[in-house]
């Protein structure tokens, strides 16, 4: 499987950044690898995912936000992997984080005149979503070509790259609920995300100018 993954990057790679070319090849990448990683079964497992392709996306041909694959040094499936053990660690201090913030403001009296106070708290919140979200939704919901409601779950049209890239924009619906919904495993639901609905949120992003080419 390595050498076909690696000659899959080189022909990925010679086709422009955000083109049907590439995009073809990415696909196939992802689909052979997406078994292959690591997995975990904390709650923030898929949005850990969710990064290491965007990552990929950005970095797999191009030095974009990172340091582009090398395929002297590793593995692309070994480079993936400690891309996602990465976040996962990151995931995992921030929650820790939270529990601590949670467990400090719980332990100060309600009459107390210092309480302990974040510093992040005395920011104050953006009076508009960001213009690449409201960008993104836009483009979501036009699907001009209808290409995202095309592109459903087997049999189940009603999810669809459409309805996920939606529920996925933050606020994000958890896949949690979004298993609940609509009566799927997370499992299916996520690899479905990754395998058809991320790739053409990358395309969008790079065509519009968002992801470096």
Known sequence: MRAQLHQLVIQACQHPPGSPARQKYLTRIVNLVQPK????????YPDALQQTWMYFCQNICEANTGEAYDPERSSLITWLNFYLKRQLQQFYLEVQKQQTRT?????VPADSSDPVTDPIDRLAAPADLPPLLEDVREWIERDVTRELRRTHIANHPEVNCQVLLLR???????WKDLSAEFKLPISTLSNFYQRQCLPRLCQFGKAEGYLEP
Not at 37 to 44: E, K, M, N, S, V
Not at 103 to 107: E, K, T
Request: aromatic share 10%; net charge neutral; hydrophobic share 35%.
């Open 37 to 44: 990683l690591w997995r975990d079964t904390t709650a923030y």
């Open 168 to 174: 996925r924009l933050p606020p994000e619906v958890s």
């Open 103 to 107: 467990i400090s403001a719980s332990s």
